[in-house]
């Protein structure tokens, strides 16, 4: 039985990112079988790099978290049948120096574009209906005239005569052999005599690249997508990396939004309010009707189904829930003052059934102060 991952690298189930890749570096260094000799220490350097492999990358360790070994199936795919080195090189350089052999693995690899980060703006009506935004980035990319290689149109890198293109050369100490990087080609294996003058040998260079990008009806805000591909250029044929756009809605001056639902503030007439009625209401595609019963009172909720949001990747929708705000009159006429303090009037008769709030708070004070 394949023992714990977790157990190998003598870490908790609950370990961050930070303590699992320290862990990793203390056995990694303790088995490599530069220092050890014997099966023994080959095995668990193995086991250690399996361990590590899964459990640094997010994904593989959840998957591994949830269905074991079954989860990430070392057999399958890529696998660990290969080299047990590969991926960990540039730990080792980091941790014991390019004494190891790093160096020799490293040359002439295909590397993976970096990851870019964009943020973009869009408004509450884009994220209701979709949309499609035209943005610009700066990128390394790979230069057209030497086609990535860095080298001038018409030549080629040649092979480095002083390491005969292994990229390191071996230094005798004694009975102690330690290969280093080749000084003259810097662990590449070849050197370019007539450098692309565009790119200056890099391969690459930077340039403003114009992206169309779908933004899909009901994201929501500090929404990250993931363009694939769409990254900076890889090196030595490697591919590219991704581009991750941070979506922030702006502020509507309407609505806002809580989750699928949105939400509005209705002004509402004393009158209305008091009597009931119907007004009209919008949301972000459509004028709306809404019932207002009588005796409504200030911030009453009132419910308007699939009148919200999209939901992401379904073909269900939010609500829209409508906030009444009960309007006092201003700017009143002598006579409509006159009028208005009749009817106050006419309401003191019986308080307790036409303000029952009022009454009842009234109340609360008086006995509020009688008991100080």
Known sequence: MARDYYQ???VDRSSGAEEIKK?????AGKY???RNSGSDAEAMFKEVNEAYSVLSDPQKRQAYDQFGHAGVNPQGGEGYGGNPFDGFDSIFESVFGSGFGGAARQRSRATRGSDLMQRIEITLEDSFNGCEKNIQIQTMESCGDCKGTGARSGSSATTCS???GNGH???QQGFLAIEQPCPSCHGEGTIIKDRCPSCRGQGKKSQNKNI?????AGVEDNTRMRLSGKGEAGSKGGAPGDLYLDIYIKPHPIFKREGSDLMCDVPVSIVTAALGGEIDVFSLDKKLSLKIPPQTQSLSNFRLRKQGMPILRSSAQ???ICRVIVETPINLTDAQKQLLQSFADSLKEDQAKHSPKCDSWMHKLKRFFTNT
Do not use: F
Not at 23 to 27: C, D, G, P, R
Not at 212 to 216: A, G
């Open 8 to 10: 190998i690298l003598g």
């Open 23 to 27: 862990a990793y570096k203390k056995l």
């Open 32 to 34: 490599h079988p530069d």
């Open 162 to 164: 002083q390491c005969h």
């Open 169 to 171: 050369i071996r230094l």
């Open 212 to 216: 169309s990008v779908q933004i899909p």
């Open 318 to 320: 939010g609500d829209l």
